[in-house]
């Protein structure tokens, strides 16, 4: 249950509206936005101001500028791409805050018109969350609505500063988000199976710990299984793995078994030679690891193993690629799993950064239930920590 006011507990009927949105959005050479889903859904809560003849004031992160301007970085094809969306003229400033922008909002700007400031990375203040950079911003505005889930467990100046000096609640995205994940946690419809990848445990340890406490089924695919492979005993020649997880891969190992739960790990890995894209490569049992080769992929015996899993699911959460997408000679795990997904009579969501690119690829960005659009604070509101954008909001 989403216990945060939103837009609709608020009057913004022309009101000044300070809204933060995540159009941290993948951009090609020639600087064109080359997938718009971050854009694509704020359009509920920037149409639903638009509707209510607000000054709708945009704000927003691209990129790592490190606190400096960066012309690749700029925020000015987010505002084409928006554009595009509503068909409405969207004014986009060369700046983050002046006295000129301050007076166009208070004089210029129409009801029901839309304004983006520059990048909000561009001033060290923002990661900082520095008092007076976040005080500029909400001066802009009457009212704060926070709608970017993917910046949520950041404490920087436009997430939870702002907060502090205006009305502060949740756009449309932020609550559909919170709601759906957190119910995994609440009342998964079972079975429940859960999928995570990546190359790292360290990077997942919370949530593994978590998971085994919630799901019917566990599924470890990508570079961090191989540490369990080894807590196990089994030779892993070259793979990846994370020797100081050894320990902890053995207790969630335990765990598993405690609770009943179908721990699965591949059975069958693609090897290479080297980690090249056009390294030699063969298909071995993972008892059969040869010591100076490498595991870049799942098998075909893993990869129907595991989709066997998803048929019968009624809840299915995915994070993480089962092996090197990126390189076609490893990525038939990756793009067979993301299928048997995508088809699953399951509720499907998946989350993540890679995860997301991997979908991208295959085309299956509509085929999920849920797709998270935030990778870190997915995967932190899993683990039940309390995130600060959500925290700085207004309670029902």
């Known amino acids: ?100 922008i301050k007076d166009y909002i208070d004089n210029s700007m129409g009801f029901g018109e839309i304004v983006m400031l520059e990048n909000l990375r561009f001033d060290p203040g923002e990661k900082k969350n520095n008092p007076d950079f976040a005080g500029s911003l909400a001066s802009l505005a009457e009212v704060y609505v926070n709608d970017a889930f993917g910046a949520a467990h950041r404490a920087h100046a436009s997430v939870t500063g702002v907060a502090e000096h205006l009305p502060a609640v949740s756009g449309f995205l932020m609550q559909k988000e919170v709601d ?74 335990a765990l598993a078994e405690k609770n009943n739960v179908d721990f699965l790990l591949p059975i069958d890995i693609v090897v290479a030679k080297e980690y ?11 008892q059969s690891i040869p010591v100076d080769w490498m595991g870049l992929d799942i098998g075909t015996k893993s990869i129907e193993l595991f989709s066997k899993q998803f048929s019968s699911a009624s809840t299915v959460f995915w994070n993480g690629p089962v092996g090197v997408f990126e390189w076609e000679r490893f990525e038939n795990g990756t793009r067979n799993i993301a299928h048997a997904i995508a088809h699953s009579p399951a509720v499907t969501i998946v989350g993540g950064g890679d995860t997301l690119a991997a979908i991208r690829k295959y085309g299956l960005s509509d085929k999920f239930s849920h797709v998270s659009s935030g990778g870190g604070a997915s995967m932190e509101l899993l683990e039940g920590k309390e995130l600060p954008g959500l925290a700085a909001l207004e309670d029902k």
């Open 276 to 286: 090249d894209k056009d390294s030699d490569k063969q298909t071995v049992s993972i």
């Open 1 to 100: 249950m989403f216990t945060k006011k939103t837009v609709e507990d608020i009057d913004v009927k022309r009101k000044k509206v300070l809204v933060r949105v995540d159009y941290n959005v993948p951009l090609d050479e020639d600087l064109n936005v080359t997938d718009n889903t971050r854009i694509r859904l704020s359009l509920d809560t920037i149409n639903y101001l638009l509707e209510k003849e607000a000054k709708i004031i945009l704000m927003s992160h691209l990129g790592r500028p490190k606190g400096e301007v960066v012309d690749k970085f700029k925020l000015d094809p987010a505002a084409k791409e928006l554009e595009k969306l509503t068909g409405k003229k969207v004014k986009k400033f060369d700046q983050i805050i002046s006295e000129k």
């Open 180 to 253: 759906t994940l957190t119910s995994l946690l609440e009342k998964p419809e079972r079975p429940f199976v859960a999928v995570l990848g990546g190359s790292k445990v360290s990077d997942k340890i919370q949530v593994i710990q978590k998971l085994l406490e919630k799901v019917d089924t566990l599924i470890l695919g990508g570079g961090m299984s191989y540490t369990f492979f080894k807590a196990k005993g089994f030779e892993i020649g070259n793979s990846i793995r994370e020797d100081d997880q050894l320990g902890y891969a053995k207790k969630m190992l």
